[in-house]
């Protein structure tokens, strides 16, 4: 807690919990109301927690900011999350006050998402398609032609905090097992100015795909890359 608290933000810019699931985190109700109050924070979340522990522990208003989006954004995953419950989880949230809202990843192969999404909608729940991403089949890239193909100098867009409180350049750094650039709990806390030299490494699709920013903007993407001159 006292480590994020260092980090320097503005208002229209949050702090991201994210994972995997966030909530699992054995602290995560401490964590989320330790946290300085100046910070704005999002959650993205499977939301099979309790509903009735999460509202007795956080305010909806630790949670909710003036944004294009919720902060709070569940995302619904068909093969695994029971749709009618999904709907009564995320009513109950946002009859309570919640900033919150549904995103569905658009599988191709899954002919019923925009059923799914008519059902949130119909129930009073805003409901998004996020775009599927697998390398060279689906996904719209920035920069697909020097993915793992050229060297290249590269410097990061957002600041990517490891659960273990590392921090690291991009997420193909992260999963890839490469080293981290600092740790939150014993570094300054900064987001990297320069550009470094990328070998030939396959980019992670999270890195390269393009994306809405936090105003809902087309066209963001986490990393930076230029041709190595």
């Not at 109301?33 to 939301?47: A, H, P, R, V």
């Not at 909710?64 to 995302?75: D, E, L, Q």
């Not at 900033?99 to 658009?106: D, E, K, R």
Request: hydrophobic letters at 30%; aromatic letters at 10%.
């Amino acid at each position: 807690m006292a480590a994020l608290d260092r980090i320097e933000t503005r208002p229209d810019l949050p702090l991201t919990l994210c994972g995997g699931e966030p909530t699992l985190h054995p602290d995560f109700y401490e964590i989320v109301n330790g946290i300085n109050e100046s910070i704005n924070i999002d959650l993205l979340t499977n939301c099979q927690f309790s509903i009735e522990e999460f509202c007795s522990k956080i305010k909806p208003s630790r949670l909710t900011r003036s944004a294009p989006y919720a902060s709070i954004r569940v995302s619904y995953h068909p093969p695994t999350m029971e749709l009618e419950d999904t709907i009564m989880r995320v009513q109950v949230l946002q009859e309570r006050g919640y900033s919150i809202g549904v995103w569905i990843v658009n599988y191709p192969k899954d002919k019923l998402i925009k059923y799914y999404q008519k059902c949130f909608q119909t129930a009073g729940i805003d409901c998004r398609l996020k775009e599927y991403l697998d390398g060279d089949k689906y996904g719209t890239y920035k920069y697909k032609e020097l993915q793992g193909k050229k060297d290249v100098l590269c410097r990061p867009s957002e600041l990517l905090i490891a659960p273990d409180g590392s921090l690291h350049r991009c997420h193909g750094d992260l999963y890839g097992g490469r080293p981290a650039y600092g740790n939150i709990k014993l570094d300054e806390v900064h987001l990297p100015q320069d550009y470094v030299p990328c070998k030939k490494v396959a980019c992670n699709s999270c890195d390269i795909k393009l994306k809405t920013n936090r105003f809902q903007e087309y066209g963001h993407c986490a990393v930076d890359i230029k041709e190595k001159l």
